[in-house]
């Protein structure tokens, strides 16, 4: 399972990379859309990820909207690519009031920042988006940008798969007190 979730990681991650790198012309409705030129701007890959992500919900999430704190981990321990980085980690903190279970899948902006081995730190805000892979599971996929530290201005393409069985504690009386499911984290800049 782990070596198909990296396979099923790397295809989004690479494909969500080259869809946020394409650059091209913007139709303003001054022009005739047959004028437009598309055009592509290569990508280079700075640092790719693989670990896993862990969050915590107390109370534990049901489909009743409650205040509800959050605490998240991630860590990979694996990354290749520039800058001498290979490991990676992060945590955060969160109180969220009307939270539920439909909230894990809502597309939402959020910051976080990313440790490096090296001592650095990324800053990156990204736009969290659901995508449904199989029966089985569901990925999360965020999008975004390095807006300070290591690597600002790159593009951030981060995916996490959860079991769906895991998320139907969410239909029980006890509900979903934590999560976790592994994770891979792209960082890709224009050439």
């Given amino acids: 399972m782990y070596q198909r979730s990296r396979k099923v990681f790397g295809s989004i991650a690479m494909s969500a990379a080259l869809v946020l790198g394409c650059g091209g012309a ?22 790719t990820c693989v670990g896993s992500v862990s969050s915590s919900y107390s109370p534990a999430l049901t489909s009743t909207p409650q205040t509800v704190s959050i605490t998240g981990t991630a860590s990979y321990s694996l990354c290749t690519g520039t800058g001498g980085v290979t490991t990676a980690s992060n945590s955060t903190n969160a109180i969220r009031p009307a939270y539920s279970c439909l909230g894990l899948l809502e597309v939402g902006t959020s910051p976080a920042t990313v440790t490096w ?12 988006v659901s995508v449904q892979l199989s029966a089985i599971s569901t990925t999360l996929v965020h999008f975004g940008s390095v807006t300070a530290g290591k690597f600002v201005g790159a593009r951030v393409v981060r995916a996490t798969e959860f079991l769906n069985t895991d998320l139907d504690a969410c239909y029980t009386p006890e509900g979903l007190s934590q999560i976790s499911g592994p994770s891979t984290l792209n960082i890709v800049s224009l050439l």
Avoid: C, I, K
Avoid at 26 to 47: F, H, I, S
Avoid at 120 to 127: F, L, P, R, W, Y
């Fill in 26 to 47: 913007v139709d303003t409705g001054d022009e005739p859309a047959a004028e437009l030129e598309q055009t592509e701007q290569p990508l280079l890959t700075l640092v």
């Fill in 117 to 128: 081995n090296t001592g650095e730190t990324s800053t990156m805000v990204t736009t969290r």
